[in-house]
């Protein structure tokens, strides 16, 4: 039989009873015995009739003599050769190689994450035993670190400012200089940034490791939602945990202030407590609290978010672990200066009361 070489595949049967369906893109052919088709092929011994889709351009069909039997050989060429590599049929497209940067479904992926977080918890799916589990871990296990950072902070910006204050004979601003200091300003973002290094960085640990043992495809096997398991009890413990470690700093920071200003600098605790007192308002703590909150809920779901997307291993744990805790300062920067703007455009008088 004569021989031919092609750049693509060519259907090559020794059998009369070939046929192909131009309309449905079919190529049929009737095997009564398994001999008139190549030995690779395995079929009945019953005639059957076999149907391949192959999408099918105009082609030619030529018949070569088979010096072998008294059939001869049918074999299909198309007209063109196929000089894209691509498969016959399918049009290559422009954007058909390109996948996304793995920031930008990263990015994608913290907004369904929150909006499926917040389905749940309007719908009541939460398992409120792992959320009471995760609430005693952001909140009482967490409380030791921000206090002795925030005793820190408040010294060391007493430091700053008090002798200045004292030279200009303002020992009354002192106590409202600190008090909107640390109510704006200080005690939301150093919790939230204590609480980002300690509590983001080990729930994108965590969610990553079970990513990678393929644990979190297990509860999808068991019938459990990972966002209703997982996701939505770290979110709603870290929203809760955080206002209320945010006032503990800021009373904390205060004090520790008002003990430096008092035994160096020689400013009476009495007058910064009646400074503080003279100068806050309600809608300082308010708004203290809203911004924890919010700084809760993005370190919550930016190291849930990076944890199960993780891939590559133990390496990718740790990408996951440095690249959440990073996204989630950068975060809490933004979302602090974007608050700031909304509720403390207009202030400014505040401080008139104390002087």
């Known amino acids: 039989m004569q021989t031919a070489s092609y750049s693509h595949p060519i259907f090559c049967f020794s059998c009369r009873n070939f046929s192909i369906n131009a309309k449905t893109s079919l190529v049929k052919f009737h095997a009564p015995y398994p001999s008139q088709l190549d030995w690779k092929c395995e079929f009945n011994r019953r005639p059957y009739i076999y149907n391949s889709p192959l999408p099918i351009k105009p082609n030619r069909l ?21 000089t894209n590599h691509a498969p016959n049929g399918v049009s290559p497209t422009f954007l058909s190689n390109w996948s996304p940067p793995r920031y930008l479904w990263r990015g994608l992926s913290v907004l369904i994450l929150a909006g499926q977080v917040i389905m749940k918890t309007l719908k009541g799916k939460i398992h409120w035993r792992n959320t009471l589990q995760q609430l005693e871990r952001v909140g009482p296990k967490s409380v030791g670190v921000c206090l002795l950072t925030s005793a820190f902070v408040g010294m060391a910006f007493t430091i700053q400012f008090v002798r200045e204050f004292t030279r200009l004979g303002l020992n009354r601003s002192v106590g409202g200089v600190l008090a909107l200091a640390f109510s704006r300003e200080l005690s939301p973002v150093v919790t939230a940034i204590v609480v980002a290094g300690r509590i983001g960085s080990a729930f994108a640990a965590e969610l990553g490791t079970m990513q990678v043992s393929e644990q979190i495809d297990t509860l999808r096997v068991l019938g459990s939602d ?78 849930c978010a990076w944890g199960v997307t993780t891939l590559g291993g133990a390496k990718g744990v740790g990408e996951s672990t440095t690249s959440a805790v990073v996204i989630s300062l950068v975060g809490i920067f933004i979302a602090d200066f974007a608050l700031s703007c909304c509720f403390f455009q207009g202030a400014g008088d505040q401080l008139k009361n104390c002087i």
């Open 62 to 82: 030529f018949a070569l003599p088979n010096t072998g039997d008294s059939h001869p050989s049918a074999s299909i060429k198309d007209d063109e050769i196929n």
């Open 226 to 303: 990972p966002v209703d398991y997982l996701v939505t009890p770290r979110v709603i413990a870290s929203c809760i945990a955080l206002p209320l470690l945010t006032l503990l700093c800021f009373t904390l920071g205060m004090a520790s202030s008002a003990l430096l200003a008092d035994g160096v600098y020689g400013v009476s605790i009495n007058i910064i407590l009646d400074s503080a007192q003279r100068a806050l308002r309600s809608w300082d703590i308010i708004s203290a609290m809203i911004k924890s909150q919010v700084f809760g809920a993005i370190i919550s779901i930016v190291s």
